[in-house]
T-cell receptor, first 115, second 117 residues
Framework: AQSVTQLGSHVSVSEGALVLLRCNYSSSVPPYLFWYVQYPNQGLQLLLK??????LVKGINGFEAEFKKSETSFHLTKPSAHMSDAAEYFC?????????????FGKGTKLSVIP | DAGVIQSPRHEVTEMGQEVTLRCKPISGHDYLFWYRQTMMRGLELLIYFNNNVPIDDSGMPEDRFSAKMPNASFSTLKIQPSEPRDSAVYFC???????????????FGNGTRLTVT
């Protein structure tokens, strides 16, 4: 079965510091991977997605993620945190041919940005 | 593009009452998903539809939950009777069919916060 694990339910960084949010997936076949962001009292918004075209994926708001098959990872990074980045971030996986089209989400990582 | 529209935004009801949550997907999207979000369990898929047909309802907790999609622009999630443990945020999401279906992202509504007392 497909699954993702997000390491760290809460991450705090200073404004201007590097943001690193970790995601590891479990899949026996090449997965499709997504990062979403959720602001308070809102739904999830797509940040970026990996579809095997390139291992380094650039998304909105300056975020990017790198697919590393050897490490089964898809970590999300941003060089310089901004106050507006404070939100909850979710990694998600979908596996083709798994018999279901569902998107499976991690537990989420809440990012706090300290001024 | 108005996005996925859910109603109501908030619902407070007493245990035992029937609750109906509503969703209007983005026009032209073939897939519709219902998710539930709680602190303890995170985001759980309840059911999803393709072209108005339920495909996978294995996440529906029990018979008290039912979902319908009578047409391409409307879906409901009903809980009857409701219980306090059903308190959660319920999200509806839709997705287009773009080439390879598996890389199509989900577009989420703003959710319905359900409180059952």
């Amino acid at each position: 079965a497909q699954s993702v694990t997000q390491l760290g339910s809460h991450v705090s960084v200073s404004e201007g510091a590097l943001v690193l949010l970790r995601c590891n997936y479990s899949s026996s076949v090449p997965p499709y991977l997504f990062w979403y962001v959720q602001y308070p009292n809102q739904g999830l918004q797509l940040l970026l997605k990996y579809t095997s075209a390139a291992t380094l994926v650039k998304g909105i708001n300056g975020f990017e993620a790198e697919f590393k098959k050897s490490e089964t990872s898809f970590h999300l990074t941003k060089p310089s945190a901004h106050m507006s980045d404070a939100a909850e971030y979710f990694c998600a996986v979908r596996v083709s041919g798994a018999g279901s089209y569902q998107l499976t989400f991690g537990k989420g990582t809440k990012l706090s940005v300290i001024p | 593009d108005a996005g996925v529209i859910q109603s109501p935004r908030h619902e407070v009801t007493e245990m035992g009452q029937e609750v109906t949550l509503r969703c209007k997907p983005i026009s032209g999207h073939d897939y519709l998903f219902w998710y539930r979000q709680t602190m303890m369990r995170g985001l759980e898929l309840l059911i999803y539809f393709n072209n108005n047909v339920p495909i996978d309802d294995s996440g529906m907790p029990e018979d008290r939950f039912s979902a319908k999609m009578p047409n391409a622009s409307f879906s409901t999630l009903k809980i009857q009777p409701s219980e306090p443990r059903d308190s959660a945020v319920y999200f509806c999401a839709s997705s287009p069919r773009q080439g390879s279906t598996y890389n199509s992202p989900l577009h989420f509504g703003n959710g319905t916060r359900l409180t059952v007392t």
